[in-house]
């Protein structure tokens, strides 16, 4: 029987990851962890465990007390907050793989899932349908340590054996938490905003086109990437994910089709240097060959949504990066 434990499990990825591996698998198989202390309610249904994945000791503890398959390791300093702390996200981005990948290696788990961004491309990466096999000069810390992640992780895989496996998220968009600190953050604050009838200050520019992905097309393409046979999976470094690309001017325009008193303003902060540096849309035809890839989410279907369940009281992720 799988036991499956999520670490970073509060994050914005890691609370949906978990909701639908408890439906899927059963409430007492799926182990969250996060460092910290408090537990969300959404999480509240099975088991917790408290974790500083750096602490390679507590790490291999609580998954000898619960006998843990697999591992999905989702705590990382995101783009933007890595760039006011980059000492501490290597750290952490780099130590909390290593420690999990070990485990793999030694065999005391089974299976290992470890995003990786489209932050690990950079300026000279083509900028359009950007391929699997390309250009990879990332200009963040972030990026830095993906692409770094996605060389051990391959390394791993082709040295020991270990079976791991990772997404190039692209941005992602979700109303039930809000994200930590990345550069697609807009793209959530922004909905924020129009429901409590407020202007909105868009920290990137009208024309920047980004990969956004609508968070439950995320959580099914990372379930359906673990639960494929592992002969079908040819890429053991990252796979592409693309889903839909568009500019802050496009999610504006069509949130006012529901709201046309929205209204919007411009004002690029130091989160358009790294935008720029990122592909406007990513070709992911290896993930649809290899394991079935394929997103159900567009932009009409994705600002319906949002619009429809977003909290009035939510907190402005735009303070919070």
């Known amino acids: ?13 890691g609370t949906e990851l978990v ?24 999480l509240s249904g099975g088991p917790y465990e408290q974790l500083d994945v750096m602490d390679n000791e507590a790490l291999k503890a609580i998954v000898n007390k619960h006998s843990i398959t697999e591992i999905y390791l989702l705590a990382a300093l995101l783009s933007a907050t890595a760039e006011k702390h980059p000492d501490f ?15 793999a290696k030694e065999k005391v788990i089974k299976k290992v899932f470890w995003p990786s961004s489209i932050a690990v491309f950079g300026s000279n990466t083509p900028k359009y349908n950007t391929p699997q096999y390309t250009i990879m000069e990332p200009s963040t810390v972030y990026g830095i340590s993906k692409l770094a992640g996605e060389r051990w992780c391959e390394y791993y895989a082709k040295q020991y054996n270990v079976d791991v496996r990772s997404i190039r998220y692209p941005g992602l968009i979700s109303y039930t938490s809000l994200p930590g600190g990345g550069t697609t953050d807009y793209a959530v604050d922004i909905f924020y905003s129009a429901k409590r009838n407020e202007k909105y200050t868009c920290f990137l520019s009208e024309q920047t086109a980004l990969p956004m992905m609508y968070m439950e097309d995320a959580i099914r393409a990372t379930i359906g990437l673990m639960e494929a046979p592992d002969d079908s999976i040819k890429i053991r470094s990252s796979y592409n994910l693309g889903g839909i690309s568009f500019t802050p001017a ?6 006012k089709k529901t709201k046309p008193d929205f209204e919007i303003e411009y004002a690029p902060d130091f989160r358009q240097k790294i935008a720029d540096s990122w592909p406007s849309s990513i070709d992911d035809v290896d993930a649809r060959n290899d394991w079935g890839w394929n997103g159900e989410f567009n932009l009409e279907k994705l600002c319906k949504i949002m619009l429809e369940n977003v909290l009035d009281a939510g907190i402005s992720v735009s303070q919070n990066t």
């Open 19 to 42: 909701i639908a591996l408890r439906e899927k698998f059963g409430n007492d198989n799926v182990i969250a962890s996060d460092l910290k202390e408090t537990i969300k309610a959404a």
């Open 1 to 13: 029987m799988k036991k499956i434990m999520v670490i970073g499990a509060s994050g914005q990825i």
């Open 250 to 255: 496009e999610i504006y325009a069509e949130i």
């Open 89 to 103: 996200a290597w750290k952490l981005n780099m130590e909390g793989l290593f420690n999990v990948l070990n485990l």
